[in-house]
């Protein structure tokens, strides 16, 4: 082989032979540059279909692009013989490295960080490796590992689990089983196709192997091996390893998949705590910044392209996750998500290229969790520490979020939660750590504000697009508060807002505000629907202006801003505080195109009769499509949609418990989304 | 002396899946935990994602949570200050009626 030519790359000299063939260091002719050529032996394509399907496989691991992966370069054939090519990696196998006694832990740490780099970025991308091990990670002379061979072994070694129960002779009888065996995980010994987890459980073998110097798993023979993989737990570790990356071992080698890490992130990020831990100080007894993930299998998901709208549905029992083009005539329903908790609180932030979705579970038993998900719902973090927590000395404990609040979009890693008890917390990692807000919470008026019928809550956040220092919040019951100087400290803005319930009708504080909507080209305008009563501020809250007139009742919780009209408001007003119902059994919403100098009620598709429904604060939103998207979902667990900015009404999706929250978002650029001319399917003439 | 906890379902994600937890075989953390307090110190310390399912931030054990030593709920043998007897089982039992109470409080606005 030897000075042969493959395409364009001479062949210099052998560097290793495994079970998948020769690889031998070569010279790109085109590019000058040294690569690594694997010529794949017949034994290990099989078929014409396992060799397309090796082809296809490493195309798209071609694709991956990452400093902890060898990249491939190249798939070719030639005289019938397959080779890929990729990059030349200078430096020794971690196995080499190991040899016996094992690494310092920095070094496991350092590798191991950057290993679950490599998954992560994989991952990302649908490639599995599924047969990673010591001997397919190099470490260059700079410490840089690098994991070799991505996505190829899957078609190589047809049914390993079988060809492994089957050869039960001593360990070197069959090489390609010595090499792969002691690092297949449980499921895939019992003949699952295997996932991202089964890399996680491989990575785990190589952690504890550079930890402790040797196997987890040993056995005379494959059947001992595969013995000790699915019923044994591996040997303790030594004692100087510290307890955290014994807990990261141990959890990667979790028997169920469920119960390991879900992603290679979590491991990447764990593995950094216990690094910065050891770093830093005493190390700690495990990661308390670990991620647990709840990875929901049986459970239907949407798909979601860019340009999709989606809803996000908050229920007293869970969450739903709908979806639809632009056209927004058929919606593709996905969950329920966290079964039996409360979710009061739901967002998308997809500033900075991100495609996360944001929910808040409130278990009845467990406590308040704010839990992301960057799949659209397949998978959600579940942190092992509450993310959000008042400080030990306030003595206040996080009861629910009721609101999740991007920042401006030039700042896209600000967030904010509204909370029970009225706090407000802000992040500015985006959302990786929380802090409370101390210049609300130690306001003189706090001790004086009262809880409304669900609580002392703070459930709306409107930062000012126009005025980086300026946001407004709305306390049920305290009133709307605002900042001049980006939360560091807030006075009341409720002017002119009346209080039914207090013997003097116009207090500074203490008003039981339900909602404030600003449209954000106007930003001075502020809607307000209060506990009796709807407000409209023209100049930044400084004073409210009673805008009921027309309408029903004035008594109500949603509101919802038109996405370009600053005049049109869309509200739905129920019977009173006792009896807090749709007035007359009527269904309807009510709009105003003139800032609330009238109002008209937009009844078509709702039902006229009989209806006592309750459309709580959140339970309302708006697209912003053109024409908008209204959708609105309440106690009855009915979602009703309306695609012509609330002419005509469908209804969406009923059965659902008690609806608490639903929010829009379109997905990807806002300019990705195309904005069909089709009319929805019912209408079609 | 060991203790053992019996872990409910819905907190196994964060103990490896475990259903039992023995304390007292894991070296220098709280080898021999005299109280209840002491033993769930060093559960807590071992799977820190059990601690604030179980306890709000002040450090109180959640409203809807119960915890038994033996067959006795220790909210009638001092609470966390409960010294527990040798090879005690502390079971969590997450209560039935908080699934009911906060359906109908949250049911109210």
Known sequence: MIDQVLGHYRILSKIGEGGMGVVYRARDEVLQRDVAVKVVSERATGDTSARELLLHEARASSSLSHPNICTVH???????????????????????????????????????????????HSHGRSIVHRDLKSSNVAITPDGLAKVLDFGLARRLFTGPPAEATRTLGPLDSDA??????????????????????????????VLYEAAAGQLPFRGRTTFEITSAITHELPPPLP???????????????AKEPAQRYQRAGEVQAALEAVQSAAMTGPV???????????????????EVKNGDVLLMVGTVKGAFLLRSTAARARWEVGGPYFHGQA????????RHGRHRLWASTQSAIWGTILRSSDDFGKTWTNPMEANLKFPADSGAS???????????PEEPDVLYCGVEPAALFESHDAGESWALNCGLFDHPHRPRWTPGNGGLTLHTIVPDPSNRRRMYVAISAGGVYLTDDAGGSWRAANHGVRVVFMPGKYPEFGQCVHKIAMHPARPERLFLQNHWGVYRSDDGAESWQDIARGLPSDFGFAMAMHPRDPDCVFILPVESDEFRCTPDGRLRVYRTRNAGASWEALTRGLPQKGTYETVLRDGMT???????????????????????????WKKILDGLPAVVCVKHAVVGEPRAAKQTKQVPAGRRR | MSVTFHIPGPLRQFTNGLSHVEIGDIGGIAASPATLSDALEALWAIYPGVRDRMATEQGQIREHINLFVGNENVRYTGGLATALPESAEISIVPAISGGLSFGQIRSVR
């Not at chain 1, 070719?76 to 094992?102: P, Q, R, T």
């Not at chain 1, 670990?290 to 929901?296: I, S």
């Open chain 1, 343 to 350: 979710v009061y609180a739901m967002a998308y932030d997809g």
């Open chain 1, 284 to 302: 700690l007894p495990s990661d308390p910044k670990g991620f647990a993930t709840t990875v929901l299998r049986s459970m239907r998901h949407i």
């Open chain 1, 622 to 648: 708006a697209d912003p499509l053109d024409p908008a998207g209204i959708y609105f979902g309440g106690r009855s667990g009915i979602l009703y949609g309306s695609v012509d900015e609330g002419k005509t």
């Open chain 1, 398 to 408: 996080l009861k629910n979020i009721w609101q999740v609040c991007l920042g401006r």
């Open chain 1, 176 to 205: 390609r089983i010595v090499g792969t065996l002691p690092y297949m995980a449980p499921e895939v010994l019992r003949g699952a196709a295997g996932d991202e987890r089964s890399d996680l459980w491989a990575l785990g073998v």
């Open chain 1, 74 to 120: 190249e798939v070719g054939e030639i005289g019938g013989e397959l080779y890929i090519v990729m990059e030349f990696v200078e430096g020794k196998s971690l196995s080499a490295l190991i040899a016996g006694d094992g690494l310092p832990c920095e070094s496991v740490l350092r590798y191991g960080v950057q290993i679950a780099g490599a998954l992560a």
């Open chain 1, 239 to 253: 004692g100087w390893i510290p307890r955290g990356l014994c807990a990261v071992i141990q959890r990667c080698l």
